[in-house]
C-alpha cells in the first residue's frame, strides 16, 4: 500500500519531501521534544511544529564528550544529532524538562548547537490548580516569545484553527486504532507507529488528509489472520518501528500501546469552546500522564488495564530505554499488578539504538510460546 509506506518513508528519517518543500518557501520550523509541548501555539503562527527524534544516528561518540553514557541513549542521540548537523533546518527549539536526561540535553544544545531561536517550558510535575496556573503563565510566555522572535502576533482565531486541524488529526487516529481493535486488523503495529511518528515530521494539514485517505482504503481491506497472539507495547521513547517489527515477525501483533509515539500524543481532545488558550493548557497539562507525574500512578495503571480489555490483548510487554528510571519504576509496577491478575507482561530493558536483536528475540519469542502455553 503505497501511501502507508509513505508514512514509514517520512518516519525513518529526519528530513523528507514535505520538510524540504517547507523550507524552499521560506516558512519557519520549531522543534520540540515532548507530548507536554502544545503544538497548536506553533503551528497558529504559521510555523511546523517537528518532534525532535533520533532516528539515523547511528553512533553517539561527539555527544558522549558532553553527556556519560549512563545517561538516555535517546538523549545523547539527539544531541549528537544537533552536533553535526542533522537538524540544521530547524529555525527553534521548544525544550521541556521532561526529565533530568533531557534536560541536560537542553543545557548543552543551547551552548553548543547553533539555534536562532531557544526557548525552555517547564511543565510541573504535579497535576493540580498551581500547577495548571504555573504551566499557563509558561505557555504564555512561550506564546509571547514566539511572537517577538518572528515578529507576528497569534490571535485568538488563529488558536481556535489550529485546534481545529489538531483536533482532526486526533480523531483520525482513534479512527486507526479502532481498525487495530478488530479481531483480524487491516494494519499493523509497526505501520501504526510509523503513521503516529510521521505526524510530528509533516505539515498537519497534509498529514490528515494523507491520514483520511489511508483510512479509507484500509475500511473495506482484508485484516491479518495469520498472528498468534494480541499484545500492547508500553514505556519510554519508541519514535521508529523496528522493535515492534521484530515481535510481529516473531508471530505476535501489536494492537494498542501506552507510548508517547502513541496514544499519549492523540487521546483526547481540545475543548473548542471558551478561551482557546486556556483549553489547550488544559488538554496538555491534564492529558494521559508521563511517568515524570507524581501522584497519577493510579491513572496510568487503569489506562493501561482499559486499553488492554479494550482491544483484548494477550499479553502486555513493557519496554523502556536503560536508565530511564520513570518508566523503569512504572513498567515494573505495571508487571507486578497485571500478572497477578493472569495478564502475561514481558519487561524488557534497550538502548535506542537497539544492536543485540538476538537477545530480545529469544526474549520476545518464550514469552509467545508461554502465551500459546
Not at 94 to 122: A, E, Q, S, T
Not at 228 to 237: H, K, P, Q, T, Y
Not at 342 to 360: K, W
Request: hydrophobic share 40%; net charge negative.
Amino acid at each position: 500500500m503505497a501511501k502507508l509506506e509513505k508514512f514509514r518513508e517520512i518516519s525513518s528519517a529526519l528530513k523528507n519531501s514535505y520538510v524540504d518543500e517547507w523550507k524552499k518557501q521560506g516558512r519557519k520550523i520549531i522543534g520540540y521534544t515532548c507530548t507536554y509541548a502544545p503544538e497548536e501555539i506553533i503551528h497558529a503562527a504559521g510555523i511546523m511544529p517537528y518532534r525532535i527524534r533520533g532516528v539515523t544516528c547511528t553512533d553517539t561518540s561527539n555527544a558522549d564528550v558532553y553527556m556519560a553514557r549512563f545517561n538516555c541513549s535517546f538523549c545523547r542521540a539527539v544531541l549528537e544529532l544537533g552536533l553535526t548537523g542533522a537538524y540544521d533546518f530547524l529555525d527553534g527549539f521548544c525544550y521541556l524538562n521532561g526529565c533530568d536526561h533531557i534536560r541536560r540535553v537542553y543545557d548543552n544544545w543551547v551552548k553548543l548547537v547553533n539555534i536562532p531561536f531557544n526557548h525552555f517550558l517547564p511543565v510541573p510535575h504535579i497535576i493540580s490548580e498551581d500547577g495548571f496556573n504555573y504551566y499557563m503563565e509558561g505557555v504564555k510566555g512561550f506564546k509571547e516569545h514566539i511572537e517577538q522572535h518572528f515578529d507576528m502576533h497569534i490571535t485568538d482565531e488563529k488558536l481556535r484553527d489550529s485546534i481545529r486541524v489538531y483536533n482532526e488529526s486526533r480523531e483520525l487516529l482513534e479512527k486507526l486504532y479502532e481498525f487495530r481493535n478488530r479481531e483480524y486488523p487491516p494494519v499493523t503495529g509497526a505501520q501504526s507507529l510509523s503513521i503516529v511518528a510521521a505526524s510530528s515530521a509533516m505539515p498537519r494539514e497534509e498529514f490528515n488528509i494523507l491520514l483520511g485517505d489511508v483510512l479509507k482504503e484500509l475500511e473495506n481491506m482484508d485484516g491479518i489472520r495469520d498472528y498468534d497472539a494480541r499484545l500492547m507495547i508500553v514505556g519510554s521513547e519508541l519514535d521508529h518501528p523496528s522493535l515492534i517489527e521484530l515481535i510481529e515477525d516473531l508471530g505476535g501483533l501489536v494492537v494498542t500501546d501506552a507510548l508517547c509515539f502513541g496514544t499519549r500524543q492523540f487521546k483526547g481532545l481540545v475543548s473548542e469552546e471558551g478561551d482557546p488558550l486556556e483549553a489547550i493548557v488544559k488538554r496538555y497539562y491534564e492529558h494521559n500522564p508521563c511517568p515524570r507525574m507524581l501522584r497519577e500512578y493510579p491513572k496510568k495503571l487503569g489506562f493501561v488495564r482499559e486499553m488492554a480489555e479494550k482491544f483484548k490483548v494477550d499479553g502486555v510487554i513493557f519496554e523502556r530505554i536503560a536508565f530511564c528510571d520513570p518508566h523503569g519504576v512504572d513498567n515494573v509496577m505495571f508487571s507486578k499488578e497485571l500478572e497477578e491478575e493472569d495478564i502475561p507482561t514481558l519487561v524488557l530493558e534497550r538502548d535506542y539504538l537497539i544492536s543485540d536483536v538476538g537477545r530480545f528475540r529469544t526474549r520476545v519469542q518464550a514469552f509467545l510460546e508461554r502465551i500459546g502455553a
